[in-house]
């Protein structure tokens, strides 16, 4: 059965950072492409950055040069690192494969950039 579970999301100021991580289980890691995404109040589900099996990396035009996606296949885990959050960063953080298996999205971690 396989686990995400997402942690380190907050309460931060704009300009500042955070990171987040997944952590995994019941999956392969190294063999996945993983991805994080993101849900605001009142709108889709959007790709936020994307990760092959060979650290190959892609972002969302909105965060490009902002976060940086990464993955520790020995310790099953998934991170993002947030610099120079911006109050429309603010939404529900998921990770999950690429593309998306519907029964495996977790919880989220809560991401709100706020004065």
């Known amino acids: 059965q396989v686990q995400l579970v997402e942690s380190g999301g907050g309460l931060v100021q704009p300009g500042g950072s955070l990171r987040l991580s997944c952590a995994t289980s019941?999956?392969?890691?190294?063999?996945?492409?993983m991805a994080w995404y993101r849900q605001a109040p009142g709108k889709e589900r959007e790709l936020v950055a994307r990760?092959?099996?060979?650290?190959?990396?892609n972002y969302a035009d909105s965060v490009k040069g902002r976060f940086t996606i990464s993955r520790d296949n020995a310790k099953n885990t998934v991170n993002l690192q947030m610099n120079s959050l911006k109050p429309e960063d603010t939404a529900v953080y998921y990770c999950n494969m690429w593309p998306s298996r519907s029964g495996s999205w977790g919880q989220g971690t809560q991401v709100i950039v706020s004065s």
């Open positions: 990760i092959d099996t060979g650290g190959w990396t």
């Open positions: 019941g999956i392969r890691l190294s063999i996945n492409t």
